[in-house]
């Protein structure tokens, strides 16, 4: 079984849509938990932690799950500038040192 | 400005021939580390270093080498590579391994 597992999609959403993307994880003893927006081709880079008592970015809100193991990353009024490739991470208590990413979720918001 | 280089972005290579990508970054970061990214599987992590000097395998250490002699610089070795290596390649590196990470450009690497 995968250490986190994401719908890879695509989620087709017109402007201005509300979306939102899970991310489940394995192991019921990780740590740390992030999101990562990837654009094609280029390099991953940060979008938000996610804490355990959530966190708010602007348009984008983050959810941890302890009890169902998920984090969810939510989208209010999707601009076409948010078409990319979300990845969830997830950092094992066990060791530290490690990261575990998703194979990401893919979001196209089209006009 | 605070940036991880990697180089080459591009190369294409032949079975067995050894190469080396190189990784610095700027920014006194102690953790570094490397990934593949393959499409369906994620990116997945080959090694890291939480200093100079120490080095440890993540996942996917089979047939890839590194060395941490300087903090700014995580060389990725393949001393013999093979065709089931060809994938993106990514360097990064972080403050501590629970904070943000910074990444290199990418290295397309196709193994003929």
């Known amino acids: 079984r995968k250490e986190v597992e994401q719908d890879p999609g695509p989620f087709n959403v017109p402007e201005g849509a509300t979306v939102a993307f899970n991310c489940t994880y394995s192991?019921?003893?990780?740590?740390?938990f992030f999101w990562y927006r990837q654009d094609c081709r280029k390099e991953p880079k940060l979008l938000m932690s996610?804490?355990?008592s959530g966190n708010e970015d602007g348009r984008f809100t983050a959810q941890l799950n302890r009890a169902s193991q998920y984090i969810s990353l939510l989208i209010r009024d999707s601009k076409l500038s948010d078409s990319a490739t979300y990845l969830c991470?997830?950092?094992?208590?066990?060791?530290?040192?490690?990261?575990?990413f998703g194979s990401g979720t893919k979001l196209n918001v089209k006009p | 400005e605070a940036q991880v280089t990697q180089n080459p972005r591009y190369l294409i290579t032949v079975t067995g021939k050894k190469l080396t990508v190189t990784c610095s970054q700027n920014?006194?970061?102690?953790?570094m580390s490397w990934y593949r990214q393959d499409p369906g599987l994620g990116l997945r992590q080959i090694y890291y270093s939480m200093n100079v000097e120490v080095t440890d395998k993540g996942d996917v250490p089979e047939g890839y080498k590194v060395s941490r002699k300087e903090k700014r610089n995580f060389p990725l070795i393949l001393e013999s590579p093979s065709p089931n290596q060809t994938s993106l390649y990514f360097c990064?590196?972080?403050?501590?391994?629970?904070?943000?990470?910074?990444f290199g450009q990418g290295t397309r690497l196709t193994v003929v």
């Open positions: 920014m006194n970061h102690e953790y």
């Open positions: 192991n019921s003893a990780s740590q740390s």
């Open positions: 990064a590196s972080s403050i501590q391994t629970n904070t943000e990470a910074f």
């Open positions: 996610v804490y355990s």
């Open positions: 991470v997830v950092n094992p208590r066990y060791n530290f040192n490690k990261f575990y």
